[in-house]
């Protein structure tokens, strides 16, 4: 499972959806995430998740995130269990080369345009060398 594993809190895509449904419509979310407004209404009203409900969820987050920006900047919780999802077919040796290879290049890619390294780029950086 994606976020349980990366650290991403459910408890923090629950609520971004709350807040999303609020702004639009249960219907409207419901279709975005791809799943039904019953079984939306049941995610928001905290009943245990299947791990393909966690996947959608997880995976209309990233979009949410990508597309809303003012949600919520990319902490190292996010940007890891994007990196999850983006590698998830992988065996875990070739998925760590992977992992390190992005992070050292979105490092590198910050510092040529001038900009600071974000912060979650540090973090999976030293979760990647303790081989988290």
């Known amino acids: 499972m994606y976020a349980r594993r990366q650290g991403l809190a459910i408890s923090r895509v629950r609520e971004t959806v709350a807040r999303w449904v609020e702004q639009t419509s249960l219907r409207q979310a419901a279709r975005e995430t791809g799943m039904s407004p019953t ?3 049941k995610v ?3 009943t245990r998740l299947h791990a393909s409900t966690e996947r959608k969820l997880v995976s ?3 979009r949410h995130v990508a597309q809303q920006g003012g ?3 990319v902490d190292p919780e996010t940007a890891s269990s994007a990196l999850e999802l983006l ?3 992988m065996p875990p040796t070739k ?3 992977v992992v390190e290879a992005f992070l ?3 490092e590198e890619g910050y510092r040529g345009a001038n900009l600071p390294v974000p912060g979650w780029v540090e973090s999976l950086r030293e979760d990647a060398e303790r081989g988290g």
């Open 71 to 73: 949600w919520g900047a």
């Open 60 to 62: 209309w987050y990233m």
């Open 104 to 106: 050292a290049m979105a």
């Open 44 to 46: 928001l009203d905290g």
């Open 95 to 97: 998925r760590k080369a």
């Open 39 to 41: 079984g939306l209404r």
């Open 87 to 89: 590698t998830a077919g």
